[in-house]
């Protein structure tokens, strides 16, 4: 009985792994076969080299034969596995704070200017009307009105049959647009070009415009040579150049009807004369009184 438990006792010990230290450090050369020696009365254990090596006396033998009873080698690692399907996106995190805003960067240079557009169409013209409606010409104005009481400080100035006049806008007596002045020659017989004085007081001649008119009516206003009544039919006459100093020898009476009349000065001063020629007759006075406004359809 007790012979069995000893053998019991090796093979267990064997089966367990308890001389796996022996066998890890005879791993260089691992024996097929462990051989042990026991003794029968007290079972004490002994192993030999190997299974030719005799037991002593009193001894039997036990043997083991392992197959791979110390591990092999690692084998090589296996190719890694496909990868898996990517996982759903995560969701959006929240938006982040606004920076701040940047220095404004330096004002860039002017662009070229465009082209001029088109002129756009003129506008209404203010007018001097008849009674009637009937547009005479355009308002320019009135520069006699700070003279009352004469006919030139109702008037308007305006173009008729192309030249410059003065209308009452009361009675539509046309006017001249400079105040009349006797004729005047730089000769003692009346011959030669014709000249017109300044008007003292009143506004200036000099330099008049070639649209302006002036007549030689005599006239009985308040102030000196300012008109009154009707000038329709009268002559009138246009400047033919600039106002130059002159002594003048001779006139010719305003309202004289006689046109071979010529009176002396005996005047030897200089004086501011401006050359004029007959240019036609006053028109005939317009259906007054005038408005001012603006005309119609068909103007």
């Known amino acids: 009985m007790k012979r069995q438990l000893t053998v019991a006792l090796v093979t267990g010990l064997l089966g367990a792994g308890a001389f ?11 024996a097929s076969t462990i051989a ?43 190719a890694p596995g496909s990868t898996g399907a990517t996982g759903a996106a995560g969701a959006t995190g929240a938006a982040g704070a606004n920076g701040t805003n940047g220095t404004n960067g330096a004002n860039g240079s002017d662009g070229t200017d465009g082209a001029d557009g088109h002129a756009g169409a003129a506008g209404p013209t203010l007018s001097l009307m008849d009674t009637y409606s009937n547009v005479v010409g355009p308002d320019l104005g009135r520069p006699f009105a700070s003279l009352p009481g004469d006919a030139e400080s109702n008037a308007v100035e305006t173009l008729v049959n192309n030249q410059l006049w003065l209308v009452d806008q009361q009675d539509g007596r046309v006017l001249p647009s400079l105040q009349g002045q006797r004729l005047g020659y730089l000769t003692a017989n009346c011959s030669g070009p014709i000249y017109m004085g300044d008007a003292t007081p009143g506004p200036s001649i000099y330099d008049a415009s070639a649209q302006s008119t002036l007549t030689a009516a005599e ?20 400047s033919t150049g600039p106002s130059l100093d002159a002594v003048v020898l001779a006139y010719h ?20 004369v401006l050359p004029v020629a007959l240019a036609g007759v006053v028109p005939d006075d317009l259906p007054g009184p005038l408005s001012i406004g603006y005309p119609g359809p068909g103007f």
Do not use: M, N
């Open 20 to 30: 796996s230290g022996y066998a890890v450090a005879s791993a260089a050369a691992p």
């Open 253 to 272: 009476p305003a309202g004289d009807a006689d046109p071979t009349s010529c009176v002396l000065t005996h005047d030897s001063s200089s004086v501011r």
């Open 36 to 78: 042990v020696c026991y003794v029968v009365k007290t079972g004490a254990l002994r192993i030999v080299p190997s299974a030719q090596v005799a037991c002593r006396k009193g001894e039997r033998r036990l043997s083991w034969a392992g197959g791979a009873a110390l591990p092999g080698a690692t084998g090589a690692a296996g």
């Open 219 to 238: 006239s009985s206003g308040s102030a000196p040579l300012l008109h009154t009544g009707s000038l329709a039919g009268q002559d009138f006459y246009q």
